[in-house]
Nanobody, 112 residues
Framework: VQLVESGGGLVQPGGSLRLSCAAS????????MSWYRQAPGKEREWVAG????????DYADSVKGRFIISRDNAENRVYLQMNSLKPEDTGVYLC??????WGQGTQVTVSS
């Protein structure tokens, strides 16, 4: 099982980034997928989740209306479109498959 995140970087407040998570080694379409983030000195927090078919999504209140989670089951990928970024969005963003599988994360830094 492998989950590889990409798309992180440094962005100014108000900017946008699109994260991608490439999955392999398991039946991607059978798993609910989630994005989490972890800021320095803070606990890991759930950001967004998407159902197996992509028909259902949910978001943490802190990102609702700014972030969009999506998936492509043909490409075994899950995405996180992040808009109107704030400095408090800074952290390592990780994707998770079901309850067990984690990626290594990609760093997002929001700073002027």
């Amino acid at each position: 099982v492998q989950l590889v995140e990409s798309g992180g970087g440094l962005v100014q407040p108000g900017g946008s980034l699109r994260l991608s998570c490439a999955a392999s080694g398991f039946t991607f379409s059978s798993y609910v997928m989630s994005w989490y983030r972890q800021a320095p000195g803070k606990e890991r927090e759930w950001v967004a989740g998407i159902s197996r078919t992509g028909g259902g999504t949910d978001y943490a209140d802190s990102v609702k209306g700014r972030f969009i989670i999506s998936r492509d089951n043909a490409e075994n990928r899950v995405y996180l479109q992040m808009n109107s970024l704030k400095p408090e969005d800074t952290g390592v963003y990780l994707c998770k498959a079901g309850l067990l599988y984690w990626g290594q994360g990609t760093q997002v830094t929001v700073s002027s």
